[in-house]
Structures are given as C-alpha cells and as structure tokens.
C-alpha cells in the first residue's frame, strides 16, 4: 500500500538551512505530484509547496516562496524540501503527501506521518 | 490567496447524532473542494474530494455536498471513531490553502 516516510526534521537555529526529505513507496513516485504542508504546534493545516510529475512544475506559498524550493529525483525516488533562512514561524510538522494526479490536482490522498522541524536559538 | 472559513471551529456532539460542518470560500471555487480528518497524533486523511465524491475505503456515513462559496461536510451517525478535526482544503487555485478546522468532541 501506499506510504510516505519524511526525514531530516530537528532543531535548526533561526537563520540556517535544513532539508527534508521523502521516502514513498507503493506505488509509481514517478507518476504523480508531490506536496508539502505543514502544521504548527496546535494549529491547523498549511500548504507548503507541490511539485509535478517530472519537477518541471512548483508552486509555493506566499509564506515560503523565495526561501523554500521543493525538488525530486525520480531516479532516486525521492522528493525533497530545502529550507533556507528558517524562522521561528516555521516551526511546525512537516508533511510531505501525494497528488492523485500526475500534473496537479491539489488534492493530497496519501500523507506521510510528518517530521518535525523547530526553529529556536 | 483564496480564504477558506469553517464553522463552528468546535462543535459537541454524541454518538449516533448528525452533524454537519459548513466551508465558505471567499471567491467561487466551483466544486474544488476536498475534506479532510485529523485524529490527535496522525496525519491527515482525505474523506471528500470535488465536494462530494468519497475518497476509497471512507464510510458511507460522510458525504459532501455544495459547489461555489458554500460546501457542507455531513457525518450521518457519528460513531466514537469520528471524533477528530475536520478541515475543507480548496483545490481551484494553484495556491492550496485550508480552512481553520472543526473539533467535533464528545458530548
């Protein structure tokens, strides 16, 4: 069945860089788009990024855009989020989660069980 | 950005009532919009997605309905599985972006 295992979480000091990454398996990674969200500590859902089948497409919310960059490498089956310049405000868990579509459909029908991510000096 | 307004943000409830949870979005999003449950500790799982289709292996139970501004998420007979917080997600942008959630809690 379909399974999504997020690594690379921890404690980073405001102003440093982290990446995440993403292990699926049980299906075709491939195929299908991938997204990012996030949820703060007892707060609700955040979208993050969501990339397309072949990575030739990304988009990014307003929140991380220009500091944050989704990547994949289908060779290694594996997608990816680079975070630069982290704030307290992204102190959250991170999901990574697939698209039923292979461009983008925004909607995220598998999610992995998250990694954590905290920003404090 | 879209802006995705849930009510109520809390709601009490016994087992076997039913229960109906509204989303509005601030522009119309035609039918875009999914629904999503949360249980403490675990990711989110998707119930609903273009308002009212049922995402594989949910219950019968849930169903969705609404198209434009207004959606409503509705769980005929909740059972002791179902207390957990429920979110609308729209999917007409290419920005995602959630509503605030609904605790549905034990009466």
């Known amino acids: 069945q379909v399974h999504l295992v997020e690594s690379g979480g921890g404690v980073v000091q405001p102003g440093k860089s982290l990446r995440l990454s993403c292990a699926p398996s049980?299906?075709?990674?491939?195929?299908?788009?991938m997204h990012w969200a996030r949820q703060a500590p007892g707060k609700g859902l955040e979208w993050v990024a969501v990339?397309?089948?072949?990575?030739?497409?990304?988009y990014y919310s307003d929140s991380v855009k220009g500091r944050f960059t989704i990547s994949r490498d289908n060779s290694k089956n594996t997608l990816y989020l680079q975070m630069i310049s982290l704030r307290a405000e992204d102190t959250a868990l991170y999901y990574c989660?697939?698209?039923?579509?292979?461009?983008?459909?925004?909607?995220?029908?598998?999610w992995g069980q998250g990694t954590l991510v905290t920003v404090s000096s | 950005d879209i802006q995705m307004t849930q009510s109520p943000s809390s709601l009490s409830a016994s087992v076997g009532d039913r229960v109906t949870i509204t989303c509005r979005a601030s522009e119309n999003i035609g039918r875009y919009l999914n629904w999503y449950q949360q249980k403490p500790g675990k990711a989110p799982q998707l119930l609903i997605y273009?308002?009212?289709s049922l995402q594989s292996g949910v219950p019968s139970r849930f169903s969705g309905s609404g198209s434009g501004t207004d959606f409503t998420l509705t769980i005929n007979y909740l059972l002791p599985e179902d207390f957990a917080t429920y979110y609308c997600?729209?999917?007409?942008?290419?920005?995602?972006?959630f509503g605030g959630g609904t605790k549905v809690e034990i009466k």
């Open positions: 049980g299906f075709s990674f491939s195929n299908y788009a």
């Open positions: 990339i397309s089948y072949d990575g030739t497409i990304k």
């Open positions: 273009v308002a009212s």
């Open positions: 997600q729209q999917s007409h942008s290419t920005l995602v972006t």
């Open positions: 989660a697939r698209d039923p579509s292979f461009s983008i459909s925004n909607e995220l029908d598998y």
